[in-house]
């Protein structure tokens, strides 16, 4: 017999309970082993997303289930992302739950439920309020296709103008110019549902762009980069894409994806392995790992190819250049908290021009600035706890800064794109905020932004399994 408790919003803890008066969660057998331990927990399409640890150990699937377990030494079994629920799933068939305890009563299901306070970065798609999952392709998509890379574009990729620099009576009457945009978007990659045929996404987290308009996406679920070009019905697989796992060809939960210039390669979040990873192009078999223990949730990187690394556990951002083994401590680092020297779950992160360091400081719902050599950062959007008035944000996601030096910002949690000027008490919508939904002026937890070179922003849709394009008017 075993018992099962949610410690945290992301864990849950298993040990033998051995007083069989007290109710039960789960039974396994004596000689069963993780797999058949996180299968009875989590159901068969779930459970290769939780690492299991004993003892401070990490234990592999085949492994014996311990049996000298107890409450003070369980088994913890971690989700290896997460990311918190939206603030309303009545129009949604995504799980939600308010608590992180285990109802006396669970919804007769056939197999244990786990309710979280948290929806991971790979959340599960039925009705039921089961704990979030995954399903791991059973086919996986193996097909080599030729991989064609143009330059990639930069998340703020006009500079001709850039005034960040410019002193800030300058800087003011930028502001008052603000570009506008279309409010119902055009698909412009997946949209058919959640899936990991070539005209699907599952889960897609961020993007970069290149000249043609070529859109490069992580497509987390599907453990593979696809490219989808210009007004293509299909996306083409350019990294992996053979499954989960830690071999050359194989990633594990794909956060984030930029482009470097310099050394003509893509860097990839490999956050289910816990490392960075740089792909070379064209072929994208000459794997490098540039870190490797580190739980990031975004990467950018400057002008002078130096790389930059949100540690979400560690509430901090680093900082890398080419050959470095360790990282320089550029933001945060000073313990979990919501001071200005402190970060909560950093996720996405933008640098400018001026080497400034835009962090959506997730927990804080707040997005920092922080400056060259600051010592603590300043904020530019929300930090007003979370809410979804103009003031708010509610688990703000991905963040990039245009040529007018406005900000915009991801507002997860409450659906929508919000553009901020620095100094600004309130921000505005710019996409999205119409209610969650799937309609083409509506947005299920927006994650990465990105603009093209006509300034066109472009919004990844989780939920919807799509990436929008908003035409600039």
Known sequence: FARLACTSANQVTVWFQHDQSTPTKIKIDFDSNIDDLKEAIFDATDKGQYQATYNGETLRSSASVPRNTTDHMPIVFTRISNIPPPPDSSQSNHPTSSTATIPKDPITTNHPIVYTEIIPKNP??????????????????????????????????????????????????????????????????????????LNQLSDPLEICIDNDKSIYIADSDNHRIVKWKL?????????????????????????????????????????????????????????????????????????????????????????WKQGDKRGELVAGGNGLGNQLNQLNKPTNIFIDEDYSLYISDLHNHRVMKWKKDANEGIIVAGGNGKGNSPKQLYYPQGVIVDHL?????????????????????????????????????????????????????????????????????
């Open 124 to 197: 599960t798609t039925t009705n039921h309020p089961t704990s979030s999952s995954t399903t791991i392709p059973k086919d996986p998509i193996t097909t080599n296709h030729p991989p064609i890379y143009a330059t990639i574009i930069p998340k703020n990729p006009i500079t001709t103008n850039h005034i960040s620099t410019q002193s800030q009576i300058n800087r003011k009457q930028t502001q008052t110019k603000k570009n506008k945009f279309k409010q119902c978007a055009i698909t412009v990659a997946g949209g058919n549902g959640k899936g990991d045929q």
């Open 231 to 319: 007004n293509s019905n299909t996306g083409q697989i350019v990294a992996c894409g053979n499954g989960y796992g830690n071999q050359n060809k194989q990633l594990f939960y794909p956060t984030d994806i930029i482009f470097d210039k310099e050394n003509n390669s893509f860097i990839i979040s490999d956050v289910g392995n816990r490392r960075v990873i740089r792909y070379f192009d064209p072929k994208l078999t000459n794997q490098q790992i540039l870190i490797s223990n580190i739980f990031c949730e975004g990467l950018t990187i400057d002008k002078n190819g130096y790389i930059y690394v949100s540690d979400y556990e560690k509430h901090k951002i680093g900082r």
């Open 405 to 473: 030096d406005h900000i915009y910002v991801a507002d997860g949690g409450n659906h929508r794109v919000m553009r901020w000027c620095e100094g600004d008490e309130e921000g505005e919508i710019v996409a999205g905020g119409t209610g969650r939904g799937n309609k083409s002026n509506q947005l299920d937890w927006p994650m990465g932004l990105s603009f093209d070179d006509e300034e066109n922003l472009y919004v990844v849709d989780r939920f919807n399994h799509r990436i929008q394009k908003y035409e600039k008017l």
